[in-house]
């Protein structure tokens, strides 16, 4: 990145000259000023103009890493796993999550963590709020006291301007606000009237809904006893089911060992195979599970058959086949391979 000098995050390219950054620096280093002008080439435009590098994305998923700290290489994904893993230095005080990029960590802190602290904004509170917390401290007693007095200082100095610059208006206002209250008044008896109607309407259907309600009570009293005797059911088909898939998984795992095995120092692996002693003269065929010569090396497997030829003498082979399965370099290297093996 030519902002943070470190490997690129999400890269992101200015349109203007090409430069490729960071997402997160090109937030916060790059202001998006209107118009824009870049601070590499010095290009004015009508607005900043950048997008995300999909093509250096490409090109770093292709290359071999070697991580800043400790021995570990490999490709580009695998390497912000580890470094997730291993190398999350970075915690968050408030929600004490860790990051392995200082890009990352601000981010989270400016933008993403709800336990983050901060200012409510308005003037005259001085308050640091959590996040998560802001609905609930607008709609509190001293936030709202604090508005209040805000809006009513706001509110008196626009009537006091208005009065100074007008004085002999202000009998006039009142005799108008005087005719406004009393056409106010005027309208209230109808209002009443409409009230009580609706008090009445709104009674009459709240003792239909209570009825209806006393209906529908019995029939939702048996469905929830059916709702309950069959969810038992379901409850003991998905324990059946689930002792069913325990006892494949260790069936699988009693056959073969779950991990690639790899050769010992003898360059020689043993693999157990039993076979019933009535099935010796029996056609079979047995593949062993997955192993490698190395722990960097490509895995194998190792298929054993029997081969009948019939003719006037039955003729009997052993047959075996290796098989090189694929692997997490198969996109950088060429094949057949241009290597000595």
Known sequence: CELCKLLLLDPIQLLCCGTRLCRWCSIRGVPENEPFTCSFCNTTQAKKQAHADRGTVRELNMIKIECFSCSWNGLYNDYRI??????????????HKRFYSINLYQEHREEICEYRCVPCGLPGCTELIKWFDMGAHFLS????????????DIC?????????????NVDSNIQQELMAINENMD?????????LEDCKRLNSERDHI??????????GKEIGKELQSGNEKFKKCMDGHTETEK????????????????LDMNDTITFPIAKQPNDINTPFSIQTPEFCTSSWGYKLV??????YISGEERQEYLSVYVSLLRGNMDSILVFPFPYDI
Do not use: G, Y
């Open 82 to 95: 580890h470094l997730e893993k291993e190398h999350a230095d970075f915690e968050c005080i408030d929600c």
């Open 187 to 195: 309208s209230i008896p109808s209002a009443v009237d409409n009230s």
């Open 141 to 152: 007693m001293k936030h709202q006291t604090i508005l209040f007095k805000l809006t009513t």
């Open 210 to 219: 209570q009825t209806k309600n006393n209906d529908i009570l019995p029939q």
């Open 247 to 262: 006892q494949i998984d260790d069936a699988k795992n009693s056959r073969w060992p779950t991990k690639p095995l790899v």
């Open 302 to 307: 190792v298929r054993v058959c029997s081969t």
């Open 156 to 168: 008196t100095r626009t009537k006091h301007t208005s009065d100074t610059a007008n004085p002999f």
